[in-house]
């Protein structure tokens, strides 16, 4: 039985404070301990019945884990430091820029909020968009069990879909990226169905070169194979040899014969191979140029949802050597449709059928009522027996937590499978958090919780012990009146059926309180995965663009 409303088996919940406890807790539960972080891929398989963990071990509350950290030999990043922290860091998008560009592209702003780099790479999805970066960068993970301290490349950290070579007894601590050489630059592109989607095809390019001559490089696709991969016949055409168009030319052919991609439903082989080398290409000479797009506030993207890079024949409508097709509102192509109204004139009389034929006497349904009489003895309550002594309450599944929940603090005894989602609108009566698809992809769900936004549906209630939690309720004013962001959606018509304006509104108080000018791109893609079925976002664009005007 599977429904996304809710977790339906149960588990045992640890919540371990430092590395050393946690390890000793996987040792002790052995394949039945599952890791809890971020939470955006585990309890989707949770509640999907992928898999049914006896015990989880949420490590979200070890300090030590998160952070970026400069280091003698490059850069140290904990493995519960979130994309979106990734996204923002300074030094992240001046000097691997790649990666900058890959957690830009990663799904929706709140799962960047909520996911981890660990997270993303030990959930081991071919697709991962942190790997195929992580691996062009030449990265290592740090991984720490019962046995110490191990790194491993993150290319060999894949073994297949869904498969790592982290052991059951050990934790992902961090992700070790090396300095950056002279010279040096790097791009990450994405092509996927729609914004936030998981990519089609995905590549990653470091890039050193010296004078017109490339001295170094390296290459990863993502989305391709059964895992991420490096491109090493790709590099071993383009290293030692100058940088020219009919380099690119070749290169391009060599990654596209070089991978083996499959066809699932979101793209076949054929595309994937095409596409392949149209991103090698284009990300080849934009690394060439010193990686001159630097990621701006929000990225970019064109259609079809490629992201961070795009072939700019693509632009120009003449994608992977397609020409473009007609334009159907081409006011010359508008006689090929005129047609006199006159045609489909029908008399209304054709229609007109005598009221009598559907009259049907009442008799015909009319049934005596003692058909359906049955005795009462037959339904002898005295004949019930209840056996109480077979009742247990077992105290050691609940867990008393409070929350502040629009101000007011709230204590609650919760068992550890309820839901943040659920607590809040079945217990707390708080109904602005809408449950929508319960898998964390339309953010109806979406709460502020300690200032973030994150999705309601995907949070365990007991991980949320001591949060500051704010729901659209929460946003209206001690006197009353209703909060500036509220306001513009009414002045700019950005409501309509009102399903998703909650989610949408946190959404977008989370991104002005991050950015108090942001512009309409940035607006775009903060609200990439709030879905809205009844417009075309230009109101709501509007809307949020004008609430800190």
């Not at 790709?234 to 380099?247: M, W």
């Not at 008393?400 to 839901?419: C, D, F, S």
Request: some cysteine; overall charge negative.
């Amino acid at each position: 039985m599977t429904n996304s409303h809710i977790l339906f088996h149960q588990f045992e919940y640890l919540e371990p404070r430092s590395v050393e406890e946690a390890l000793a807790q996987l040792t002790r539960h052995g394949s039945a301990a599952h890791v809890l972080a971020g939470g955006t891929d585990l309890l989707v398989q949770m509640k999907l019945e992928q898999v049914r963990p006896g015990c989880l071990v949420n490590i979200s509350k070890i300090a030590e884990l998160s952070g970026i950290t400069p280091t003698a030999d490059g850069l140290r990043i904990g493995g519960l430091t979130t994309i979106r922290a990734i996204r923002n860091h300074p030094l992240v998008r001046d000097e691997y820029p790649a990666l900058a560009e890959a957690c830009a592209a990663f799904s929706a702003a709140q799962i960047q909020v909520m996911g981890t780099v660990g997270g993303n790479l030990c959930h081991g999805s071919p697709a991962a968009d942190t790997a195929p970066a992580l691996i062009a960068l030449g990265a290592e993970v740090e991984l720490r069990g019962p046995a110490g301290e191990r790194r491993l490349p993150v290319e060999d950290f894949f073994v297949g879909p869904g498969q790592t070579a982290r052991r059951p007894d050990e934790l992902l601590t961090a992700v070790r990226l090396p300095a950056p050489a002279p010279n040096s630059f790097s791009a990450f592109l994405k092509i996927s169905r729609v914004a936030a989607d998981i990519a089609k095809a995905s590549v990653a390019i470091w890039l050193a070169r010296d004078r017109e001559r490339i001295v170094d490089c390296r290459v990863a696709f993502g989305a391709l194979a059964a895992r991420p991969l490096r491109g090493r016949r790709t590099e071993a055409e383009l290293i030692g040899r100058l940088f020219t168009d009919d380099l690119l030319a070749r290169a391009a052919d060599v990654a596209s014969e070089e991978v083996s991609p499959i066809s699932d439903v979101r793209s076949n082989a054929w595309y994937r191979r095409q596409i392949t080398a149209a991103l090698v290409h284009d990300g080849l000479a934009r690394v060439w140029e010193g990686g001159g797009m630097r990621m701006a506030d929000g990225g970019w993207r064109m259609a079809d949802g490629v992201s961070s890079g795009a072939s700019p024949a693509a632009d120009e409508g003449t994608y992977m050597g397609t020409e473009p097709q007609g334009d159907i509102a081409d006011d010359a192509s508008h006689s090929t449709f005129d047609v006199p109204r006159s045609t489909f004139d029908v008399p209304r009389s054709t229609f007109d059928v005598p009221r009598s034929t559907f009259d049907v006497p009442r008799s015909t349904f009319d049934v005596p009522r003692s058909t359906f009489d049955v005795p009462r003895s037959t339904f002898d309550v005295s004949r019930l027996t209840f056996d109480v002594s077979r009742l247990t309450f077992d105290a050691s599944r609940f867990t008393p937590i409070t929350l502040t929940v629009n101000g007011t603090p709230y204590h609650l005894t919760v068992a550890a499978n309820e839901l943040l989602l659920n607590v809040l609108r079945d217990r707390l009566e708080l109904t602005g958090a809408k449950y929508g698809c319960g898998i964390g992809e339309c953010a109806a769900c979406t709460v502020l919780m300690d200032g973030r936004p994150m999705l309601a549906c995907l949070v365990l209630a007991v991980a949320a012990n001591g949060s500051r939690i704010v729901t659209i309720e929460g946003l209206r004013q001690p006197t009353g009146e209703l909060d500036q962001l509220q306001t513009a959606f009414i002045q700019h018509a950005a409501v309509q059926c009102g399903f998703c304006t909650p989610g949408m509104i946190l959404t977008a108080k989370s991104l002005l309180a991050e950015n108090p000018t942001p512009s309409e791109a940035d607006v775009r893609d903060c609200l990439k995965g709030n879905l809205c079925r009844c417009t075309g976002y230009a109101s709501i664009v509007r809307a949020v663009l004008a609430a800190n005007a």
